[in-house]
């Protein structure tokens, strides 16, 4: 397994300082009798079925870790790192596009990064994220990920650009941003395509009229933002793809790590301001504004974004 999690952690361009740590973590795990043989029994869990308790075998995993000296964020990513190699298998028994496998797995980059950000430590404190990855309901394609779910936005039936959502009843997609740099337009845009094209293969039923709709709630769908962002900002081009449903203030600034690696302590002065959009935010907060989140929907026909504001 060591092998594979070296090539792994390469194919994914993890950071050289986070494979080293990751893989000395893994070995001392490995060096430690009783943590080794929870990681066996729960690597082996995933062999046969993606119908796994995945949050008590990633915190056996992580209390493994810490028998062993290391730290439980640092063993609770590492088993997910371990069950990719017996996810990439179902993708080939699957038929699924092995670069939808590898844009999928990326996350757990991502989330090793901004664990390090915001504890010092290469792991993940947000494991109860991945299992829909591991039980094939979430797919990245490209800069964007999407998943199953049904449409849950709106009390009343979505009744617009030739589709009709029902709430909880109307299959859609939602969409998900990984913290993979900067939200570029062309990406975007040929992330909609890529969806559009997996999901018309592979998954139709996920389609409304040939379209992919797609349902999206984050703190970048709020529609304060417009006050706070550069007109030009990446971000309100991403929104402006979107027909915004809801918005609405977050007071407790949930989303604060998100945008500023650290919690919100009420405090806008104590935020790091080292990029155009965090000194933007923190002077917004600092005045009195709020944070906030929004539910977006998007449809897509295959060329073009039907919800596009003007």
């Not at 979505?158 to 589709?163: D, E, L, M, R």
Request: net charge negative; charged share 25%; with cysteine.
């Amino acid at each position: 397994m060591r092998q594979y999690l070296e090539k792994f952690f390469a194919e994914c361009s993890y950071p050289d300082e986070a494979a080293k740590s990751l893989l000395c973590d893994f070995d001392k795990i490995c060096e430690n009798g009783e943590a080794k043989k929870v990681f066996d029994e729960c690597i082996a869990l995933y062999e046969d079925s993606t119908d796994i308790d995945y949050a008590g075998a990633h915190k056996r995993c992580g209390d493994a870790a810490e028998s062993a000296g290391v730290h439980r964020y640092a063993g609770e990513l590492l088993i997910y790192c371990c069950w990719t190699r017996r996810l990439k298998e179902r993708y080939e028994e699957k038929g699924l596009p092995q670069k939808v496998w590898l844009d999928s797995v990326i996350d757990l980059r991502a989330k090793a990064v901004e664990c390090y950000k915001m504890y010092g430590v290469w792991g993940s404190f947000v494991c109860f994220w991945f299992p829909g990855f591991f039980k094939l309901t979430r797919f990245a394609c490209g800069r964007l990920q999407y998943e199953f779910c049904r449409h849950y936005a709106t009390g009343e039936p979505y009744t617009k650009h030739g589709v009709c959502l029902v709430k909880q009843e109307t299959p859609v997609v939602g969409m998900h941003i990984p913290s993979l740099g900067p939200l570029r337009h062309e990406e975007v845009s040929e992330s909609y395509r890529l969806a559009f094209d997996f999901f018309g293969k592979y998954y139709p039923e996920y389609l409304y009229n040939g379209c992919l709709v797609a349902e999206c709630y984050s703190w970048l769908l709020y529609e304060g933002l417009e006050d706070i962002l550069s007109p030009a900002s990446n971000i309100l081009r991403f929104k402006h793809d979107f027909d915004i449903v809801y918005s609405g203030a977050d007071r407790g600034f949930e989303d604060c790590w998100r945008l500023f690696n650290k919690s919100w302590d009420g405090d806008a002065s104590s935020l790091p301001r080292d990029t155009d959009m965090q000194r933007r935010y923190a002077d917004h907060l600092a005045g009195g504004g709020t944070a906030g989140v929004g539910t977006g929907i998007l449809i897509f026909d295959g060329s073009r974004v039907m919800t596009e504001r003007e």
